[in-house]
């Protein structure tokens, strides 16, 4: 399982799928992405296996580009990448993981403390992920190419005469950075630079939906 961080949690999406999923494999590892301070995600995966009758043998992080809305300037986060050394990380995380390395990620007092303030302002609460969605605002640009709606792990975008979201958002704002046109805003975004992982394709993204 390889997943980003979202509010120092374990995303929604990611978070149904675990408690829903028999595991059963030799050796089962859980790698979460974040940008800057991962919480005790890691701590919460391990957990969520637990209650779900498996375990990982092996839990890393790999710090990599922060992608959230409206908090991070993306064009800064770009300048920074190459500070963050993520092939690096993620080379020791292949070595370990060929090595069949068994390795836990417990979480530190400043970590818990992440976690507690992103669940105290409500994130990764269902409600939070129905209306976040009311953040985002279509400018003109829009060509209704329809690749907002094909990137989007919920099928919560219609794309006809205009673009509309419903209430089904997993907050992944996968649908702000492919954007083409760079059309979707979050409101109290610094610019409109955008970033998706050089390594994945679009087409790779859209097939793994299997939305539309
Ligand atoms: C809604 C949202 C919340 C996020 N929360 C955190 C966070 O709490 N801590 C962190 O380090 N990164 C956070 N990030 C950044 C992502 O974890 C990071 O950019 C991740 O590597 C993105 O992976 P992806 O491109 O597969 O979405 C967040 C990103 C989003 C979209
Ligand atoms: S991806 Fe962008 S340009 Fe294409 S339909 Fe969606 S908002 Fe419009
Ligand atoms: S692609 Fe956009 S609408 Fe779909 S879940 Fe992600 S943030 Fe929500």
Known sequence: MVFPTYGCMVPGIVRRFLEGVKLE???IFAIATYGMGKGKVTQMAEAIAQSSGYHFDYVNAVLMLDNCQPQFDIAREKEKLPEKKV???IEKIIADIRTRKHQSLPASFMDGFGTWICQFLGMGKEAYE???PKNYSIDGSCIRCGTCAKVCPMGNITVEDTVRFSTHCTTCQACIHACPKHAIHFKGERNTERWRNPD???NEIITA????
Do not use: G, I, M, P
Not at 209 to 212: K, Y
């Open 209 to 212: 939906n299997c939305q539309l």
């Open 200 to 202: 994945v394709t679009l």
């Open 130 to 132: 129905q209306k976040f």
């Open 25 to 27: 494999a030799e050796y």
């Open 87 to 89: 092939d690096e990380q």
